[in-house]
């Protein structure tokens, strides 16, 4: 499976209510967005961001696609230096949907867990630059945090 080039889209899916398929169901977290990208993307790959990390890395896409270049894996997500998983900001290959419905209909919810059953990468994001790379703010008093170590 060849990366390619990278194409850029748009994916806007409810996972509650708009969906039918294997993705369709009860709200079931971030795995039911990745799930939901992954039905309703047209390329053959999908970068999953999540909304609340305004510091995503601008490379971050073409870091993850180096990593899953020539090799048999199909996702790849990047590792903190503190060796810190961070699995919903990861690139994968759109076939991995039919597993992730079966993993969301089997009632499990933990992205690690079901990203690590699956043939990944783990890609190192341990430059200095991305020491806040992935830091979520979920509030207007963390997302102030994070502006003042800047």
Known sequence: MGL???EVG????????????????TFA?????????LQQTRSDWLLSVP???PRLPTDLAARLAAALAGGAA???????????????????????????????AGGDRQVERWLLTQKHRLVPFEQAA???AFFNA????ELREL????
Do not use: K
Request: with cysteine; charged share 20%; net charge negative.
């Open 4 to 6: 390619g080039a990278i």
């Open 10 to 25: 748009v994916v806007v899916a409810d996972a509650d209510a708009s969906l039918a398929g294997p993705c369709a169901g």
């Open 29 to 37: 977290g971030p795995l039911a967005g990745i799930c939901a990208g």
């Open 51 to 53: 909304c609340d990390a």
């Open 74 to 104: 199909e996702l790849a997500v990047p590792v903190t230096a503190d060796g810190r998983i961070q699995p919903v900001f990861c690139l994968l290959h759109r076939s991995l949907r039919d597993s992730l419905a079966a993993y969301l």
């Open 130 to 132: 991305d020491a806040d």
């Open 138 to 141: 979920n509030s207007l008093a």
């Open 147 to 150: 502006e003042r170590h800047a």
